[in-house]
């Protein structure tokens, strides 16, 4: 019960906060393919190294990027596979200095554990971070990650590239 409910805040929150925004102006940077990087980082609870890959999809809505990924975890007596679509508010335009973002994301998680049996559930996490360009456009990026979930990690810290094409 607990869990579901935390689900349905999450969803409801995100709904409120991007809402206001559908009718905003649409940038060059509309719903499409912008580019991939990878990521890599650390989680706790369970205590693995995550290493994976993510693409920039642009913004569906004026300041909310898409950018979804893929996460691998290893250790802790277990595998965590995640298939993640997180949305983030850019709360700044120009990425020339550190420029803060928020959001959410709902994903699949699928755990292996070594002398257990497999699962698999839906996993909803609070997104924060920075980013910032570096040559040629491309993006460096660190976030972190808050599980509110069963099934996935309860924080994460990750840092990441975004190549632009």
Do not use: C
Request: glycine residues 12%; hydrophobic residues 40%.
């Amino acid at each position: 019960m607990r869990k579901s409910m935390r689900i349905v805040t999450m969803t409801a929150l995100l709904a409120a906060a991007t809402a206001g925004l559908a009718s905003a102006d649409s940038r060059d940077r509309s719903f499409g393919y912008y580019g991939w990087g990878p990521r890599v980082g650390v989680s706790v609870d369970p205590d693995q190294i995550v290493l994976g890959a993510h693409l920039d999809m642009g913004e569906p809505i004026t300041q909310i990027r898409f950018q979804p990924n893929f996460e691998v975890g290893f250790g802790d007596d277990v595998t965590v596979f995640e298939f993640n679509a997180p949305f983030h508010f850019r709360f700044s335009e120009p990425v020339d200095v550190w420029s803060p973002y928020a959001g959410a994301e709902l994903g699949w998680a699928f755990a292996s554990y070594d002398d257990a049996k497999d699962t698999s559930d839906l996993g909803v996490k609070i997104v924060g971070g920075f980013e910032r360009h570096i040559s040629g456009g491309d993006k460096f990026f660190i976030e972190g990650k808050i599980g509110l979930s069963d099934e996935v990690s309860d924080f994460k810290f990750l840092v990441g590239w975004t190549f632009v094409e």
